[in-house]
């Protein structure tokens, strides 16, 4: 599953992250993993542990985004040490 570096900051109206930072930019290109819609990807930010995203694209902006369930993000700082990094968006 390709890595995408995130901005959880940067979310659209249907609060899925757009995938158009320099950071996601750079992960698509060392991942060289062609975007489509209902491709699993795990989504990383420095403050968070990753989590699943599903890509989708953004009719209305024209840009790739991802959607992701807000109750999967665990804070780094403040999670416990034997929780699981990586989270289902189900």
Known sequence: MPSLE????NCDKERRVRLNTIGAI???NESQVALRNGLEVE???GDFFPI???????DSERIW??????NDL???EM???SENPVR???
């Open 6 to 9: 995130v901005d959880f900051n």
């Open 26 to 28: 750079r992960s698509l």
């Open 43 to 45: 989504l990383a930010s």
């Open 52 to 58: 699943k995203g599903i890509v989708e694209y953004s």
């Open 65 to 70: 985004v991802a959607r992701f369930s807000i």
């Open 74 to 76: 665990r804070d780094k």
């Open 79 to 81: 999670a416990s040490p």
């Open 88 to 90: 289902s968006t189900h």
